[in-house]
């Protein structure tokens, strides 16, 4: 009968099922029930708040609500004692590791590696880096054309960095020159920004004062690290600096590709496809729409005479399509120097923007 017990009534005296109920409180009322009674709630024996009737075996007898009650604050209490005496040993563990540790610092708050979930703390820390910065800002910006609302939204805080003296230098992909917005933004922020772009860029980075950077941690970029070791931010300055030395300036042409009928970007497009990109990867890397990537191939295979893929890797590859373009202020000139074109001033994307990273 126990089992059978534990497995349909499965609670304690303090909580009675419904037919448990019932019959505890005929037995209390009446002063005993037939033993019969009690075959839907075998709870009731296995709980002992009924037992057998000494002068009568066929009938069970309620032990007093008072008993009951007495019972199972004496749980209650062992169980209040046995916790306390758990969160004593747990305390008196913690202090001795503690005193393990004594004299090691821990890392404060915001230093070395932070995660920042969701936009709202995004915009909260970049809004503070974006407060402290008194040197210079360092942006590397992925996709294509910026948004309008993106460059207007952060107008405010970019005309704030310019009145600090705040210096702003920004990366782009080639495809962020055809977007009035960012040729706006650069008239209204003056010579406080520059900007150049690239045929293609890392994953969006923010450094400040060479001191915090920011990154994604997700697609999304719902998620993202603040980053404070000084190795590490170290390291990304040194990559923002070797991309920046290989970008053109945003107002300066773009180099020749050398073969009539082949624009820049379609070179580009030529260079991945002979590293075996597909199309999607592609017009990611170059922040063009797949759509346009496609429409960019087929202007290629035309130019080049090329009637299949197969084809147009070989007519790449023949027509020395297949390396990258050397940016005109790194080629070598005869006779002295290369001198490097001045570049333009270029707006930089607000760094505190509402969308974060």
């Known amino acids: 009968m126990a089992g059978h017990g534990t497995d349909t009534h499965p609670h304690g005296a303090d909580r009675l099922c419904e037919a448990g109920d019932r019959v505890y409180s005929r037995a209390v009322r009446r002063g005993r029930v037939p033993r019969s009674d009690a ?29 009951v009650m007495t019972r199972l604050l004496r749980g209650v209490y062992d169980e209040v004692t046995a916790s306390q005496a758990r969160m004593g040993d747990a305390v008196a563990a913690y202090e001795w590791y503690a005193g393990l540790g ?9 230093m070395a590696i932070r995660v920042l979930d969701g936009l709202p703390r995004i915009h909260a820390a970049m809004d503070a880096a974006t407060e402290a910065c008194t040197t210079e800002v360092l942006t590397v910006q992925p996709g294509g054309i910026r948004r309008e609302d993106e460059l207007s939204e952060g107008l405010h805080r970019g005309l704030e960095l310019r009145r600090r003296g705040v210096r702003m230098r920004d990366l782009y992909t080639h495809v962020a020159r055809h977007g009035q917005g960012l040729h706006n933004y650069l008239e ?16 969006r980075l923010i450094l400040f004062d060479g001191k915090v950077a920011f990154i994604p941690a997700n697609t999304d970029r719902t998620i993202a690290l603040e980053l404070r070791h000084p190795a590490l931010v170290e390291y990304l300055v040194t990559v923002f600096e070797r991309l920046w030395r290989l970008a053109i300036p945003l107002t300066s042409p773009l180099p020749s590709t050398g073969i009539e009928g082949i624009t820049h ?38 130019t080049l005479g090329a009637a299949s893929r197969t084809q147009l890797g070989v007519r790449i590859a023949q027509a020395g399509l297949d390396g990258p373009l050397r940016p005109p202020d790194l080629a070598p000139l005869t006779g002295g120097p290369a001198a490097a074109p001045a570049p333009a001033p270029a707006p930089a994307p607000a760094p505190g923007s509402p969308t974060g990273l």
Do not use: K
Not at 271 to 298: F, K, W
């Open 39 to 67: 075959e839907a709630a075998p709870c009731l024996v296995e709980l002992a708040l009924l037992h057998p009737d000494p002068d009568d075996m066929g009938w069970l007898v309620p032990t007093s609500p008072q008993e």
């Open 102 to 110: 004594a004299g090691v610092q821990a890392p404060a708050e915001g």
């Open 188 to 203: 209204l922020m003056g010579g406080a920004a520059e900007a150049r772009s690239l045929d293609e860029v890392v994953e």
């Open 265 to 302: 970007r379609e070179r580009s497009i030529a260079t991945l496809l002979a590293e075996g990109h597909q199309d999607a990867a592609i017009a990611e890397r170059l922040g063009i729409s797949v759509r346009t990537c496609r429409a960019h191939i087929a202007r290629l295979s035309e």
